[in-house]
C-alpha cells in the first residue's frame, strides 16, 4: 500500500544493548553486519570507518567517532612485487609494482560484512569483504536498465501519480517512447498497489540525466545503442553480468547531516561509467558486450543485431560495422587520415565522391588517371593548365571537339598537320555530331543527384522524439548522418519495416498491451526476409483474436515489403549493371551505325568505292563492329 515499508532484510538475534563479551562464551569473527560511517582513508588504502550494531550496542545511526571500527579493504584480486626482489637503492634496477582489483568506496550508510581474523575484534583483523545490496535496489546494475514502467508514461499514470512524482522533483517530458533510462524506487513514494506482490507493475522514475544524453545523441528511441533492457531487475536467474562506478560528486549536491555526529555530506551524483556483459533474455535477444562512460562515449558489440558501434558522448562522430559488412562512418566536423606508407581504397562497385565545396588532389609526382572511359563534367567550365610543360591529348581514333564558339591561339608557331584538312565542310545534321551526348544525367556519365534527409546536428531531436530534419542533395548511394541514422542494411530496413507494421497494429487496436506488442515484434524480428514479415503479419491477424487489421492496411504492408526487397536487390545487382551499361549503348550505337552504312551499300545507295574499301579494312569499320557485338553479345549472354 501507500505505505508499505520494505523490511532491512535481516534479523540481528543478539542483543545489541548487552556487552559483547556478556553474549559470547568464546571469541566470535563475525561476519557481521556493518554501517558504512566514513569513507575518508587518510592512508589511502580502502579502508572503511564502520559501526557494527551488534558490537557497539547501538542502531547503527546515532553513533560517534569512538563506535566506529576501521576496517581494511579485502579486495578479490591484488598482488605486489616480493618486497625482498627490490633494490636497494629506489633510484636504481627493478622498482615495486602492484596489480588487481579495486572497486571502492560504497557511500556511508551502505551495509557491509565485516569479519575479525582469528576472532580477535580489533581494528587491526577487522575486514569488509562485500557490500550488502539494498533489497530491492538493483534495476540500474550494472547497465542502467530501461522500462516502460515510468512516471513518464503520461497514458497510465493518475493524478496522484503524477503529484507523487512532481514531489519528488522527477521531470515528465514526451520522448517518443515509453521505454526510458529509470531510477531505482523511491521507497518515501509508493502509488496505490504497489506491494511486494506487484513488485512487476512498480513505477520508477525516469532517469533524466542519461534520458536527456540519449536525447540529444539522437538516440533515446533506439533500444540498441541507446536505451537497453540490461539490468539485474530484467530476470531471474540473471543473464546480466558487470557493474558500475557510483559517479562523481555532482558538483551542485545537497548536503546532508548523515556523517558522524552528523556532519555533512554531498550526496548527490553525477551518472558512472558501466560495463556490461549480457547473455540475452529468455528470447535471447540483447546478447552484447557494452562499455559506456559517464559521458556517453560507447563501445557496443551486440551479437543479436550483428553489429559493432564505437560512438562519443556528444553524437556528433560514430563508427558502425553492421552484419552484412556495411561500415557506416559519421563525423559532425571532420575526418583526418594519414598514412605513413601507401594508402589503399579498392571498391568492388562503385567509388562516389560529393563535396558542397572543393575537391582538391594534389601529388608531389603525378596524378595518373585510368579507365575504359573518362569522363569530366563542369557546369561552368574546365580549365587545364600546365605551368611548366605541355599539354598533350592523344587519340588513337580521333579528337571530336564542340563549342559555341571556339578559340585556338598560340604565343609561338600555330601549326595544323593532317593527311588532309578541311575547313567548314561536312553536315551538321550528322547523327552524333558534336558532344550534346555529353551530359551529367547521361548513363555512361550517371551524375545523379538525390533528394536525401539530413539530421540537425545542433539539435538532432525534437519533443515527441522526431529527429529534425534538413534537406540536402548528393550523388551518394547511403547518406550517413547524425543520429537519429536512417541505416541503409537491410537489418535495419527490417527493423524500420517492422517498426512500420506495429504502429499500424497499435493505430488499429489501441487498447493492445505493450507486452503483446513486444511479443509481435519478436515474432516478425525472427523472420530473415520482409517478405517472411508481411506473409507472418497476416498469418497473426487471421489466427489471434487481439490483432485486427484492415485489408487496405495488410494490402499496404504487403506491397511495402515487395518495394524494399526490390530495393534491396537492386541494389545487390547494380554494379553487374554497371560493368554491362556503358557498354551496352556504346555497341548498339556502333552496330547501328555501320549497319546502316552496309545497308546503304548492299541498298545500292552507294557510297563511293573508295569510302566503302576504307570502310572494310579500316580498323574502326565493319571488323570492329562485329568485335564490338561479339563483345557485347558475350556480356548479355553472362548477365
Sequence with gaps: ??????????????????????????????????????????????????????????????????????????????????????????????????????????????????????????QRNAFWIGCIQEPLTNQQIPGMGSSENTYNNTNAISGRERGISANAGVKVKNYGTNFLPVEEKNKKAYSQGESIEAINKWKFPVNDVLAEQLFQEGLIKDDIRGTTSSSAR??????????????GISEDSRVRNIGLDDTPIRVDRDLGHCFVL?????????????????????????????????????????????????????????????????????????????????????????IASSSPRIFNMGEAGIFNSSQKGIIQSFARDGIMSHAGAQLHSAKGAHHLKGGRIDLNSGSRSNEGWGCSWLTPDHQNVAIIVTDAKDIDIEKPIKEGGEPNTLDVRTTVSDFVTHEPYARQSSQ??????????????????????????????????????????????KKLVSLNDEVNLKVADITEIVDAAKNIESIIKQESLSFVQGITSGNIVENVAQIKQYANI?????????????????????????????????EFIGKLKWW
Design 492 to 537: 535495419e530496413r527490417k527493423k524500420k519495416y517492422i517498426s512500420g507494421v506495429l504502429e499500424k497494429i497499435k493505430e488499429n487496436n489501441p487498447d493492445i498491451s505493450s507486452a503483446k506488442l513486444k511479443e509481435i515484434k519478436e515474432t516478425l524480428m525472427a523472420n530473415k526476409t520482409i517478405s517472411g514479415v508481411a506473409s507472418q503479419v
Design 1 to 122: 500500500m501507500a505505505n508499505y515499508k520494505i523490511s532491512g532484510g535481516f534479523t540481528d538475534t543478539q542483543d545489541n544493548l548487552k556487552n559483547f563479551s556478556d553474549k559470547h562464551s568464546v571469541k566470535d569473527p563475525g561476519p557481521f553486519i556493518g554501517v558504512v560511517k566514513n569513507t575518508v582513508d587518510p592512508l589511502k588504502m580502502g579502508r572503511l570507518g564502520v559501526v557494527i550494531p551488534a558490537l557497539s550496542r547501538t542502531d547503527g545511526h546515532d553513533i560517534n567517532a569512538e563506535q566506529v571500527i576501521w576496517c581494511q579493504y579485502l579486495s578479490p584480486f591484488y598482488g605486489a612485487k616480493p618486497f625482498k626482489a627490490n633494490t636497494v637503492d629506489g633510484d636504481a634496477g627493478p622498482q615495486q609494482r602492484s596489480y588487481g582489483m579495486w572497486a571502492i568506496p560504497p557511500d556511508v550508510d551502505t551495509n557491509v560484512l565485516v569479519i575479525f581474523a582469528k576472532g580477535e575484534t580489533t
Design 234 to 247: 530484467r530476470e531471474t536467474p540473471s543473464q546480466v553480468f558487470g557493474w558500475n562506478t557510483p559517479g
Design 598 to 630: 552496309a545497308e546503304n551499300f548492299f541498298l545500292g545507295k552507294k557510297i563511293g568505292v573508295d569510302k566503302f574499301d576504307n570502310f572494310i579494312r579500316s580498323e574502326s569499320g565493319l571488323s570492329s563492329a562485329i568485335k564490338g557485338a561479339g
Design 278 to 366: 549480457d547473455d540475452g533474455d529468455k528470447k535471447g535477444n540483447n546478447r552484447l558486450a557494452r562499455i559506456r562512460t559517464a559521458s556517453g562515449h560507447q563501445l557496443l558489440m551486440h551479437d543479436t543485431e550483428g553489429v559493432v558501434y564505437l560512438a562519443n558522448g556528444s553524437g556528433k562522430a560514430f563508427i558502425e560495422m553492421a552484419s552484412d559488412g556495411t561500415v557506416s562512418v559519421f563525423s559532425a566536423s571532420g575526418i583526418n587520415i594519414r598514412s605513413g606508407g601507401d594508402f589503399n581504397i579498392h571498391s568492388d562497385r562503385d567509388i562516389n565522391f560529393h563535396a558542397k565545396q572543393r575537391i582538391r588532389m594534389v601529388s608531389d609526382i603525378n
